[in-house]
C-alpha cells in the first residue's frame, strides 16, 4: 500500500477526513462493557478525568492515524481507499483533527452511535440515576461537531453510523450544521455523496441509503476498535428503532437453493 506524503498531509491536509465522538473513538481501556457508560449523566464524574481514566482516544501511528477505529469507519474507509487513493483518506481520533484537516479537506464524515443521547442505553441510564444532565455520549459529540477546524476551509460534514437517525429526531441538523445526513448502511450510498463534495457540488441534507449487495460490502484495511469481526448486522430482534434488523434477509452462498 503506497504511503502518505506526511509533510504535505500536515501543511495542506487530506481531501476526506474521517473521524468520531471522543466515546465512539476509544477502546475504554479494551472493555467492551464500559462504553455503555457513554449513557451515564454528565454531571457525575467529570468528562477530563473520564477521557483521561475511562475512554482514552484510540493511539494514532505518529501522524495523527488512528490504529484503531470503530468498525462501521472501517469499510466506508475500505471503499473510499479504493476509489480515491490512501493518500486521500484519513481516519483520526477528534483530537488530532488538525493534523490532517487543511485547505485541501473537502469532506470530513462522521461516525455516530449516540449523538443526541436519545437512544435505549442514554435513556434507561440517566432515567435511573435521576440527575446529572445530559448522557456523556452526547456531551462529546456536541463537542465534536462544534470543533471550528470542522469547517475552516468550507469542507462538507456528512454524519453517518447507527446513531444518525438521533440527529433529525432531536432537529439537530441544521443546529450543528451538518450537510448531509445518511440513514442505514453506507456501501451504496457512500460514494456517491463523497464523489459529489469533493467536486464541490450540492450534497442532499438526508440520503436513506439502500441496503448494499455482500458483494458490495468491502474488507476492512486496518484494525477495528475491540477487534471486531462482522458476521451479520443486526441481531433479527426487529426493533422499529434499529434499521439493520429491518433491512432484507441475506441468503447464505453456501444454501443450497
Request: aromatic share 10%.
Amino acid at each position: 500500500m503506497p504511503s502518505r506524503d506526511l509533510v504535505d498531509t500536515q501543511s495542506q491536509g487530506v481531501a476526506i477526513v474521517l473521524t468520531g465522538s471522543a466515546t465512539d473513538m476509544s477502546d475504554f481501556n479494551l472493555s467492551p462493557f464500559r462504553a455503555f457508560t457513554g449513557g451515564f449523566p454528565t454531571g457525575i464524574i467529570p468528562r477530563s478525568l473520564l477521557k483521561k481514566y475511562w475512554y482514552p482516544p484510540v493511539p494514532d501511528k505518529g501522524d495523527g492515524f488512528a490504529k484503531y477505529a470503530p468498525y462501521g469507519m472501517r469499510k466506508i474507509e475500505a471503499l473510499l481507499t479504493k476509489e480515491f487513493g490512501v493518500e486521500n483518506v484519513a481516519v483520526v481520533h477528534p483530537d488530532n483533527l488538525e493534523q490532517v484537516v487543511g485547505p485541501k479537506t473537502k469532506v470530513i464524515g462522521i461516525s455516530s452511535m449516540e449523538p443526541a443521547g436519545i437512544g435505549f442505553v442514554s435513556r434507561t441510564y440517566t432515567s435511573f440515576v435521576g440527575f446529572g444532565g445530559e448522557p456523556v455520549a452526547a456531551a462529546e459529540f456536541r463537542d465534536l461537531i462544534e470543533r471550528p477546524i470542522l469547517r475552516r476551509w468550507g469542507a462538507k460534514i456528512v454524519l453517518g453510523g447507527s446513531g444518525a437517525w438521533q440527529i433529525l429526531k432531536a432537529k439537530l441538523r441544521r443546529e450543528y450544521r451538518i450537510d448531509c445526513v445518511v440513514l442505514g448502511e453506507g456501501e451504496k450510498a457512500a460514494l456517491q455523496i463523497f464523489q459529489k463534495a469533493l467536486k464541490g457540488k450540492a450534497i442532499p441534507p438526508v440520503v436513506h441509503a439502500e441496503s448494499p449487495d455482500p458483494a458490495e460490502i468491502p474488507c476492512i484495511l486496518h484494525p477495528s476498535i475491540f477487534g471486531t469481526v462482522e458476521i451479520t448486522r443486526g441481531c433479527g430482534r426487529g426493533c422499529k428503532f434499529c434499521s439493520p434488523t429491518l433491512r432484507k434477509s441475506y441468503s447464505s452462498p453456501w444454501n443450497a437453493s
